[in-house]
């Protein structure tokens, strides 16, 4: 089988607005209000009334970020491919795989519903076993529906939509003759009405959390809307549209039937008798009934049957048709996840983080077909071998997560990109509406503990799995793969010499290339290394990179003039390249080519506070495969006098034989420094550095300073010994960090007038978990201490 891009197949345009919201609607109301329902009553009370109308408000403002960057970016793998563009592929991979893993949950939710309510007709009212027994029975009609789902999607966009349509438009039906006959019932039994909703809060507000939490679930509709971008006919406005209309619709069906539920049922001793001997699907557990119960806690004790009981008493076989609803809704919500989950596999089937198979496009069907049969059979397996109960919790709490870091990437992409995308929608009160999805999503994700440690448990331990995954196999991909993806070399000429080391070297200011081409020709002399310099043309993230010639104006006048700069004895050659952003396309060009050093040049001072050096600096510094040179090109061309601040770790270490590297090329003065004598080194380790440096032919001197300014000392130091030029190692801080102590090498950068160069070096063994939670909780910060 042939790739899309090799056989020309893309997804066809078919879905229309009403086909896209039936999606969505069908995903929300699904098995969740049949299967959920009960359950959140059971922990709510009467107010789950409530608990499903602040779900339905606090979700509107995830939905207004799902309606920008649906509208903005239609294009398979929703959550997942926004925070790639956000945060890049190695950060987007986790998105992605918890994405791809809790749409197969809920869907393994769904057909086990589907395999329970049938299996109650069959035992209940026909007396029909075929000689199995109800678990064997429930998996077997399971495996069936999700055979046949599976197929239905594998045979095109289109065929998905007229069944979502068909099973959604009953299920709608039915859910409102159940209220309307709820509404009846109410009215006519005041009595009994008023009494089931007191006490309002019987386990207080803690219960409505619990509630929320569970049934969160029902209101992730809009990732599956989104999912469809490419296969929707004019998705910068139907996209929107689409997602709040199905929001609207669903919030209110919940909120009646929560209403009713709790409302409209009276305690009979059948119900009772009914309660007391109903067994959960999932393997689910709950506690005996009390002599007394409410009907919140009957309600909760049944379950996923607790809805089909309660229509019992509101219509003729009312039991039995809320179950063949039940049947159809889990059908539903089965259709829409089986979607949803094979658009994120696919997505990260083409950004090479999952196998090529995934990315495939039938020919003749145009659907995802290898994505579709391989999270179909994920959906099979989950729903025969494991705990769903909990497992379903923890798609809950992995929902939770990941729209989490959509409205964190919603920010990113308005401040970078906002500019050049074409925006059908736009949320308002920016950046309030994603920082308040931040913190609901972020509070209910922590509150959620309380219900189920283990839904916490296996969240993590699927989190960790991915991780391996990454590791063993994604992240090796991404290197060979990034420069295809990122960038596009437009020309290049190359010198007739070459080194077997190669230093890039980024030119974004022909004003300060001749000094930055110096420095890195120095270091080549060191290394025994050619230059590879280049210039980045950034372009719209809505062009594609074939047509980017077009915004190719002066850079390769700006190369062949630098390159006349660079000395005879130094190999070096130019490129020019095409790339959405500056910083992604220098680490894609350094793994391409494989650079073991890359040379930036620095103004000296930053523009926006939330970036330490600049945002392409800060991007470069944090992903590139290579060491990197920050400098600031200013003062003098011949230094002579070097100062190196240091406490003696790896990009400290780094630091100095850079620094030496200079002194020794004009014979000049190298002098290593440490601030405050409680420091992690001390005279020791200076006089071990200054021994090495010396054997180099060096001079070196060195100073312990005691003094709780480490800024003022640095400066103060190299005003009164007339030091040109700093050199410091990098390290990371957090935003804690940054407050308590300040920024020493930027502001050390910004505030000395000679030159200053800021060091990383590699670290390829660093630990990737530490490297994405510094990415969440610590911006990067460039300091005289290490790692």
């Known amino acids: 089988m042939a790739s899309d891009a090799e056989t020309g197949a893309d997804f066809a345009r078919e879905l229309t607005l009403l086909d896209v919201t039936f999606i969505g609607i069908g995903a929300m109301i699904g098995g969740s209000i049949f299967v959920l329902s009960g359950l959140a009553a059971?922990?709510?009370?009467?107010?789950?009334?409530?608990?499903?109308?602040?779900?339905?408000?606090?979700?509107?403002?995830?939905?207004?970020?799902?309606?920008?960057?649906?509208?903005?970016?239609?294009?398979?793998?929703?959550?997942?491919?926004?925070?790639?563009?956000?945060?890049?592929?190695?950060?987007?991979?986790?998105?992605?795989?918890?994405?791809?893993f809790a749409h197969a949950v809920a869907g393994s939710l769904y057909i086990l519903s589907f395999g329970s309510f049938v299996t109650l007709i069959l035992t209940e009212y026909f007396g029909l076993t075929l000689g199995l027994s109800d678990t064997q029975l429930q998996q077997g009609f399971a495996l069936l529906a999700v055979a046949l789902f599976t197929y239905i999607n594998y045979r095109g966009a289109k065929e998905t939509s007229r069944a979502e349509n068909l099973v959604t438009a009953l299920q709608l039906l039915i859910i409102a003759a159940f209220v309307v006959a709820g509404v009846a019932a109410m009215v006519h039994q005041p009595q009994v009405t008023a009494a089931n909703f007191e006490p309002f809060f019987p386990n207080g507000a803690g219960g409505v959390f619990l509630a929320m939490g569970l049934t969160f679930i029902a209101f992730e509709g809009y990732e599956i809307i989104v999912q469809s971008g490419r296969e929707v006919v004019n998705p910068r406005e139907n996209i929107p549209k689409a997602v709040f209309y199905s929001m609207f619709v669903v919030v209110t069906i919940y909120v009646l039937v929560g209403a009713v539920l709790i409302g409209g049922v009276e305690l009979t001793p059948d119900l009772l008798e009914t309660a007391r001997t109903t067994d959960s699907i999932g393997g689910s557990t709950v506690e005996a009934l009390p002599p007394a119960p409410t009907v919140w806690e009957v309600l909760g004790h049944l379950g996923e049957f607790g809805l089909a009981q309660a229509a019992g008493q509101f219509l003729p076989f009312g039991t039995l048709v809320i179950l063949v609803t039940g049947i159809l809704s889990s059908l539903a919500a089965l259709n829409a996840t089986t979607f949803s989950s094979s658009r994120v596999g696919y997505a990260m089937g083409r950004d090479s983080v999952f196998p090529d198979a995934f990315e495939r496009i039938h020919p003749d069907h145009q659907t995802p077909h290898v994505s579709i049969v391989l999270s179909g059979a994920l959906i099979a397996v989950m729903a025969v071998s494991l705990p769903l109960a909990q497992v379903a919790a923890a798609t809950d709490l992995m929902f939770l997560l990941l729209f989490l870091q959509v409205n964190y990437s919603m920010i990113r992409i308005r401040r970078e990109h906002g500019e050049d995308l074409d925006y059908g929608y736009i949320a308002p009160y920016f950046p309030y509406v994603p920082i308040v999805g931040i913190l609901t999503k972020l509070f209910l994700a922590v509150y959620f503990f309380n219900y189920s440690p283990l839904a916490w448990l296996l969240a993590v331990g699927w989190i960790l799995a991915g991780l391996v995954v990454f590791l063993v196999y994604s992240q090796g991909r991404i290197r060979r793969t990034e420069l295809a993806a990122e960038v596009r070399v437009l020309s290049e000429e190359r010198s007739a010499a070459g080194r077997p080391n190669q230093i890039l070297v980024p030119i974004a200011n022909p004003e300060t290339a001749h000094r930055l081409l110096e420095l890195a020709s120095t270091l080549a002399r060191q290394t025994d290394s050619e230059l590879l310099v280049t210039t980045v043309v950034t372009i719209p993230v809505q062009t594609p990179l074939e047509e980017g010639e077009s915004y190719v104006r002066d850079e390769r006048d700006w190369l062949d003039e630098a390159l006349a700069t660079v000395p005879a004895d130094v190999p070096a050659h130019r490129t020019v390249t095409i790339g959405r952003t500056a910083g992604r396309s220098i680490v894609s060009l350094a793994q391409q080519y494989d650079s073991d050093q890359v040379v930036l040049g620095w103004r000296g001072q930053r523009r926006r506070r939330e970036y330490v050096l600049g945002s392409t600096i800060d991007y470069v510094v944090d992903e590139a495969p290579c060491d990197v040179v920050v400098a600031k090109s200013s003062g003098t061309e011949h230094p002579r006098r070097v100062l190196v601040p240091t406490d003696g770790g790896p990009h400290s270490e780094r630091a100095e034989d850079i620094a030496g590297t200079f002194v020794g090329a004009v014979d000049g003065e190298l002098t290593l420094l440490t601030v405050g004598l409680d420091g992690p080194i001390g005279q020791p380790y200076l006089d071990s550095r200054q021994s090495m440096l010396e054997r180099r032919g060096m001079t070196v001197a060195t100073e312990l300073l005691d003094d709780a300014d480490i800024v003022d000392a640095i400066l103060r130091y190299a005003g009164e010994h007339e030091a040109d030029t700093i050199v410091m190692g990098a390290t990371r801080q957090g935003l804690l960090g940054r407050a308590l102590f300040g920024d020493v090498p930027e502001t050390v950068g910004e505030r000395f007038d000679g030159e200053v160069l800021l060091v990383k070096q590699y670290r390829p063994t660093r630990s990737l978990v530490r490297a994405w939670l510094r990415r969440w909780l610590g911006e990067r910060r460039v300091s005289s201490s290490s790692e």
Not at 85 to 95: E, H, K, M, N, Y
């Open 42 to 100: 059971g922990e709510s009370g009467p107010a789950l009334v409530l608990a499903f109308a602040l779900n339905g408000f606090i979700t509107i403002f995830t939905g207004m970020v799902y309606a920008e960057l649906g509208s903005a970016i239609p294009e398979p793998g929703g959550g997942y491919l926004w925070v790639r563009t956000a945060l890049g592929r190695s950060q987007a991979f986790l998105s992605g795989w918890m994405s791809w």
